[in-house]
């Protein structure tokens, strides 16, 4: 199921071969994929949104702003957001918009904004297709990079037989399911990721824990999902939705993290320890409620302190496993990163720091520096956690390549 979880934009404008859409929507649904669909304002003369959004379970979009409640539909977030975006059938009109840049539509202005791979599937009538402006039209949009689904021969709407029909729901399905396969460089590894804070209960009502909101290692899982990899998610508390395709096992307190790696590393290739793990928890934890001393004093805690996960693990590995952990450093950042990577047997490590703007803990930006056992090191710039997700995993596949 290479397509489960992808995220595809569907752009369809206005051409009659509109009408295979929704056949092509379900399909891809049963893969398992995530749908939107942009129509142009033309197309809906010709597949009604209704039938769309039913078959996609999700809004058609067809403007910049939602009529009823004024919400502003992005294109660039979308643009962000897929992984793929197919504009199909992709009329004359719409092609020589797109290579001209002419954005009066939320197809195009998405088209422009988007910075995933972009498949053009063109349909209209033979004289039209052969028509000089529209092949310049393709090429152009074939030399920025945008894969061309060339239109078939065959009986065509207007009564005349040539090349100009849409390639058939079935096929274009295909096309994108080989082209997914290609880029699934993780295909069969196995990637164990821990994310978020562990939370290590003090009574029934309070605990300590830290301000880790899983956003860096979330990324890092929807990553390994797109590259392939079959990924288990060990998650401590936090706000956000399992990236599709995930297996999500949640937790609370490092004990329990620690037990739920166990179960999974050994069938592991992979490890990445992003979990702000907790270091100490309270000796014995208290099943009421601790009241207030009243004047009488203040009450002592009593810490022990936590199993160090990642060290336990690396105690353990099998030949292969690779163990990727992060560090945040208030000083002496590099030295200190460097001394965890070898104290707890891993292999790499990425060294977010506390001082810079924009990076660590909640943000949705981060900057890391990434460094391997061998020495090899890497600096990224400030980027969207996603971005650096793509960076570590681009890291890691450089470094298991050259140990
Ligand atoms: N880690 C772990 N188990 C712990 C503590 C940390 O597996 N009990 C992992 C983290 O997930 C991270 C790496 O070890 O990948 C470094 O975590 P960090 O908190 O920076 O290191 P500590 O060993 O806790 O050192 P200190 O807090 O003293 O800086």
């Given at each position: 199921m290479v397509l489960k979880g992808k995220k595809i934009l569907i752009g369809i404008s206005g051409?009659?071969?509109?009408?295979k859409m929704p056949l092509l929507v379900r399909l891809l649904m049963k893969e398992g994929a995530e749908v939107q669909i942009i129509m142009t304002p033309a197309a809906r003369d010709f597949v009604t949104p209704l039938t769309l959004s039913t078959l996609s379970k999700r809004p058609v979009l067809t403007g910049p702003f939602n009529p009823v409640d004024g919400t502003w539909n992005s294109h660039v977030d979308m643009g962000n957001w897929a992984d793929l975006m197919l504009v199909a059938p992709a009329s004359a009109t719409t092609l020589g918009k797109m290579a001209n840049g002419i954005a009066d539509n939320l197809l195009v202005t998405t088209y422009l904004a988007a910075v995933c791979p972009v498949f053009i599937a063109p349909a209209m009538d033979l004289d039209m297709f052969q028509h000089p402006s529209t092949r310049q039209n393709i090429k152009t949009l074939q030399s920025y990079g945008n894969h061309l689904i060339a239109p078939r021969e065959g009986e065509l709407a207007s009564g005349l037989c040539g090349a100009g029909r849409l390639e058939e729901p079935e096929v274009i399905l295909e096309i994108l399911r080989d082209f997914f396969k290609g880029i699934?460089?993780?295909?069969?590894k196995k990637v164990l990721i821990t994310a978020g804070p562990t939370v290590e209960p003090i009574d029934p009502v309070r605990y300590i824990s830290n301000h880790s909101s899983g956003k860096m290692g979330y990324a890092l899982a929807e990553e390994a999902i797109k590259r392939g990899a079959d990924v288990t998610l060990v998650s401590g508390p936090v706000s956000l939705p399992a990236p599709s395709g995930v297996t999500l096992i949640k937790v609370h307190t490092a004990q329990q993290m620690l037990e739920a790696c166990q179960k999974v590393f050994d069938a592991s290739d992979l490890l990445i320890m992003a979990a702000a793990v907790a270091d100490y928890r309270v000796a014995a934890v208290s099943d009421h409620k601790i009241k207030k001393q009243g004047g009488a004093g203040t009450p002592a805690l009593d810490l022990v302190e936590n199993p160090d996960i990642v060290k336990t693990l690396s105690a353990h590995r099998n030949d292969g496993q690779y163990i990727m952990g992060f560090a945040l450093e208030t000083d002496n950042e590099l030295a200190n990163a460097q001394s965890k990577l070898m104290s707890k047997g891993m292999d790499a490590i990425a060294l977010n720091s506390l001082n810079e703007q924009g990076a660590g803990f909640g943000t949705d930006t981060n900057k890391v520096t990434l460094i391997h056992r061998s020495g090899i090191s890497y600096t990224s710039g400030l980027e969207p956690k996603a971005g650096i997700a793509g960076r570590i995993l681009d890291f890691i596949e450089e470094t298991i390549v050259n140990p």
């Amino acid at each position: 199921m290479v397509l489960k979880g992808k995220k595809i934009l569907i752009g369809i404008s206005g051409s009659i071969a509109a009408y295979k859409m929704p056949l092509l929507v379900r399909l891809l649904m049963k893969e398992g994929a995530e749908v939107q669909i942009i129509m142009t304002p033309a197309a809906r003369d010709f597949v009604t949104p209704l039938t769309l959004s039913t078959l996609s379970k999700r809004p058609v979009l067809t403007g910049p702003f939602n009529p009823v409640d004024g919400t502003w539909n992005s294109h660039v977030d979308m643009g962000n957001w897929a992984d793929l975006m197919l504009v199909a059938p992709a009329s004359a009109t719409t092609l020589g918009k797109m290579a001209n840049g002419i954005a009066d539509n939320l197809l195009v202005t998405t088209y422009l904004a988007a910075v995933c791979p972009v498949f053009i599937a063109p349909a209209m009538d033979l004289d039209m297709f052969q028509h000089p402006s529209t092949r310049q039209n393709i090429k152009t949009l074939q030399s920025y990079g945008n894969h061309l689904i060339a239109p078939r021969e065959g009986e065509l709407a207007s009564g005349l037989c040539g090349a100009g029909r849409l390639e058939e729901p079935e096929v274009i399905l295909e096309i994108l399911r080989d082209f997914f396969k290609g880029i699934q460089s993780w295909a069969g590894k196995k990637v164990l990721i821990t994310a978020g804070p562990t939370v290590e209960p003090i009574d029934p009502v309070r605990y300590i824990s830290n301000h880790s909101s899983g956003k860096m290692g979330y990324a890092l899982a929807e990553e390994a999902i797109k590259r392939g990899a079959d990924v288990t998610l060990v998650s401590g508390p936090v706000s956000l939705p399992a990236p599709s395709g995930v297996t999500l096992i949640k937790v609370h307190t490092a004990q329990q993290m620690l037990e739920a790696c166990q179960k999974v590393f050994d069938a592991s290739d992979l490890l990445i320890m992003a979990a702000a793990v907790a270091d100490y928890r309270v000796a014995a934890v208290s099943d009421h409620k601790i009241k207030k001393q009243g004047g009488a004093g203040t009450p002592a805690l009593d810490l022990v302190e936590n199993p160090d996960i990642v060290k336990t693990l690396s105690a353990h590995r099998n030949d292969g496993q690779y163990i990727m952990g992060f560090a945040l450093e208030t000083d002496n950042e590099l030295a200190n990163a460097q001394s965890k990577l070898m104290s707890k047997g891993m292999d790499a490590i990425a060294l977010n720091s506390l001082n810079e703007q924009g990076a660590g803990f909640g943000t949705d930006t981060n900057k890391v520096t990434l460094i391997h056992r061998s020495g090899i090191s890497y600096t990224s710039g400030l980027e969207p956690k996603a971005g650096i997700a793509g960076r570590i995993l681009d890291f890691i596949e450089e470094t298991i390549v050259n140990p």
